[in-house]
């Protein structure tokens, strides 16, 4: 009995060994989790007749170190929740490896070749929609014509108050001597060319300042600012960062673009904007001193090319292009469950759905239980290698112990035989 139990006893530190070699070998592996053998009784009615390796279970709550990669497409989970992949046979998996990459296919993958899950996001819209693989769109972009203008400035109160705009004709800029500043805009046209739109600022009463208008270098229009002499704010138009108030509309939908003598930035058929420009000067000002400008862009841009993915701390996979462009195309979803304890291991650092673990509860990234993501971070392995050389050099001593009970069964038989 007492051989059946030692030799019970070996068998089971071999299969606890195995375990930890396993740990020390992972122990570099990313968001790998170490794993325990729990040894338990064998028993024949009331009498023990051995022991076993009765289960293994893995440490999967205790988080790993975090190492900065710098790779702008990898991430860590800081606190609660798993990355969720789809592999080939549709199964959904779970991990902690944030390792991602764009596919040939034009899809959001991790290191293991599986299609990430998230919410999809269809430009223009940011608003994130069905949970579903990430697609990335990988081709052009069209051109986004230019429709809003923002100027913000102070218009100098010291200015010489002149008869600007004066005489310009469609063809001419205005006279230097009759304008004090002059700022240039890049806007688009609707198939994605650019123009220089500048506008020319003078003083023509005290707290009134004209503008034109001029479209490489043809007169398109013009406007008017108005301030409050007293305090320097405008007054007209009425400001309102909230709508197109503050805004001086300029039509150029009605521009006759094909001479192109007069229009050689123009392709044939490109137009501008099919409603007015409105060009925003809320938070311009008319105070004595230097004329300043600090905000001078227009909206629109010209098409461009896929050129790579960017994933931001909020989980949006934030694709850019050629033309300098960024449009959030995905977010990443993170599953969590009432107990990540009972999920069935597939491989070192994927887990599945069992029912011992529950349903997954599925989030943003930092919404209830859900942790935040860190973005160009890896989790490292959750081993303690001290403590596995530690169970290394008890599993040596247990072995040692139940082989010594053999080797003395062995001989007390020997001695047995010898005596009959």
Known sequence: MSFDIALSGIQAINEALDVTSHNIANAGTYGYKTSRANFSSLVAGDQPTGVKVGSTTQN?????????TGRTLDASINGAGFFIVKDSSNTINYTRVGIFNTSKEGFLTDASG?????????????????QGDITIPTGQIPAVVSDKVNYIGNLSADWKVTAFPGAVTPTTPPDPSTFSMSKATVIYDTLGGQH???QYFGSTAAGSVSVNYVLDGNLVGSGALVFDPANGQMTT???????????????LSALDTSDPVLWPAFTSGAKMASTPININY???TYFAGEATTSTNSANGYAS??????????????????????????????????????SLTQVDDTSWVQSQGSGTPLVNFAGVGMTGSLNTSSLEQSNVDITSELVGLMTSQRNYQANSKVIQ??????????QAL
């Open 237 to 251: 138009p009425a400001p309102d960062p909230l709508t197109t108030n503050g805004s001086l509309p300029l039509d």
């Open 60 to 68: 999967i709550g205790l988080s790993g170190g975090i190492l900065n």
């Open 304 to 341: 461009g090319t896929f050129s790579g993915v960017d994933l931001a701390k909020d989980g949006s996979v934030i694709a850019k292009y050629s033309n300098g462009q960024k449009q959030p195309v995905g977010k990443l979803t993170l599953a969590t469950f009432p107990d990540e304890g």
């Open 196 to 198: 220089t739109l500048t």
């Open 114 to 130: 599986r299609k990430v899950q998230g919410a999809t996001i269809t430009p223009p819209s940011t608003q994130p929609g069905a």
């Open 282 to 284: 809320t938070g311009t």
């Open 408 to 417: 003395t069964e062995s001989q007390m038989m020997q001695s047995l035989m």
